[in-house]
């Protein structure tokens, strides 16, 4: 259904078959056994019922239909050594409590929040287009998590980012706007955590500064990025006049829609109006280049 905020395809761009999309998801039951008691005393202290609220709040304030609200309960929720994502294939979160811990033993205020941010990747808009192997369901999980499946993918767009992979190959991808798609996930992530936080009456003075480290370069919370966010929205405002308000809400609806960051009209309004290879330049960041983020969030305030 095209009006879904999560779509799986053929390579061909068909929908997928209704039970080969139901095999992947149910092994995620599967994996959800396998979650450590240290995993489920974190995962037992959050509030879904009013996370879920929050996360409709969301939805309904850029007009989405809600038969594709996408929110994940805690039993796709699963526990991996590796890494912390969210999985589009299995429709799953997977959080690695070892992420957390760039600054001592993850709190409940660090569960909760990255939580929210992957479940804002789970609503915003997701295309996994490709090839389903069963091959490799039976072992992937939860230890190859970020080696196998993606590449039984030709594309996978994740809110404003883009992945494609040359068939059965894991060489040659590009991937565009990643750390775009990141800062705008995990700025509209800290909204919803400040609220649920509130009303949880939770302590987030030492978790705030935590989330604003950019001299750590393990902290979870994509400091630079959201600065990045910021700075464009601002310059977008005083460009069009609009207030910051609004052009914000225009990137979470743009997340949520998928909009395509490479149409030409949009390449064009930031040549125009920025500089040239801006948006070239945005669309290549990936995890670690920082440093170049921060030459553009510069460049945005410089010759404004
Ligand atoms: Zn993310």
């Given at each position: 259904?095209?009006?879904?905020?999560r779509?799986?395809?053929?390579h061909t761009?068909e929908?997928?078959?209704?039970?080969?999309?139901q095999a992947?998801?149910?092994?995620?039951?599967?994996d959800?056994?396998?979650?450590?008691p240290?995993f489920?005393?974190y995962?037992?202290?959050?509030?879904?019922?009013?996370?879920?609220?929050?996360?409709?709040?969301?939805?309904?304030?850029?007009?989405?239909d809600?038969?594709?609200?996408?929110?994940?309960?805690?039993?796709?929720?699963?526990e991996?050594?590796?890494?912390?994502?969210?999985?589009?294939?299995?429709?799953?979160?997977?959080i690695?409590?070892?992420?957390?811990?760039?600054?001592?033993?993850?709190?409940?205020?660090?569960?909760?929040?990255?939580?929210i941010h992957?479940?804002?990747?789970?609503?915003?808009?997701?295309?996994?287009?490709?090839?389903?192997?069963?091959t490799?369901?039976?072992?992937?999980?939860?230890?190859?998590?970020?080696?196998?499946?993606?590449?039984?993918?030709?594309?996978?767009?994740?809110?404003?980012?883009?992945?494609?992979?040359?068939?059965?190959?894991?060489?040659?991808r590009?991937?565009?706007f990643?750390?775009?798609?990141?800062?705008?996930?995990?700025?509209?992530?800290?909204?919803i955590?400040?609220?649920?936080?509130?009303?949880k009456?939770?302590?987030?003075?030492?978790?705030?500064?935590?989330?604003?480290?950019?001299?750590n370069?393990?902290?979870?919370?994509?400091?630079?990025?959201?600065?990045?966010?910021?700075?464009?929205?601002?310059?977008?405002?005083?460009?069009?006049?609009?207030?910051?308000?609004?052009?914000?809400?225009?990137?979470v609806?743009?997340?949520?829609t998928?909009?395509?960051?490479?149409?030409?009209?949009?390449?064009?309004?930031?040549?125009?109006?920025?500089?040239?290879?801006?948006?070239?330049r945005?669309?290549?960041l990936?995890?670690?280049?920082?440093?170049?983020?921060?030459?553009l969030?510069?460049e945005?305030k410089?010759?404004?």
């Open positions: 259904m095209a009006n879904k905020s779509e799986v395809l053929t761009g929908p997928e078959a209704p039970d080969k999309i992947i998801e149910n092994e995620v039951l599967t959800a056994e396998k979650r450590s240290e489920l005393a995962l037992g202290k959050v509030d879904f019922d009013l996370l879920r609220k929050l996360f409709f709040e969301i939805f309904k304030r850029i007009g989405m809600e038969t594709s609200f996408n929110f994940l309960g805690p039993e796709r929720i699963v991996s050594n590796h890494g912390t994502t969210y999985s589009g294939i299995d429709n799953a979160i997977i690695a409590l070892k992420n957390l811990e760039a600054t001592g033993r993850p709190t409940e205020q660090d569960f909760a929040h990255v939580l992957e479940e804002v990747h789970a609503t915003a808009k997701t295309i996994c287009r490709g090839e389903i192997d069963p490799w369901l039976a072992d992937y999980f939860p230890n190859k998590v970020n080696s196998i499946p993606e590449n039984q993918f030709r594309e996978l767009r994740y809110g404003l980012s883009r992945l494609t992979l040359p068939k059965k190959s894991i060489h040659g590009t991937r565009v990643y750390l775009l798609n990141e800062g705008v996930t995990e700025k509209l992530a800290r909204e955590f400040e609220k649920y936080a509130n009303v009456d939770m302590d987030v003075k030492e978790h705030g500064k935590k989330v604003n480290d950019e001299k370069p393990e902290n979870y919370y994509y400091p630079i990025p959201v600065r990045f966010v910021e700075a464009l929205v601002d310059r977008i405002a005083k460009e069009t006049g609009l207030e910051s308000k609004m052009v914000w809400e225009s990137f609806r743009a997340a949520y998928g909009e395509d960051m490479e149409n030409p009209e949009l390449r064009q309004a930031f040549a125009e109006t920025i500089s040239d290879d801006f948006l070239s945005l669309s290549r990936e995890i670690g280049d920082e440093e170049q983020m921060l030459e969030i510069e945005l410089k010759n404004n």
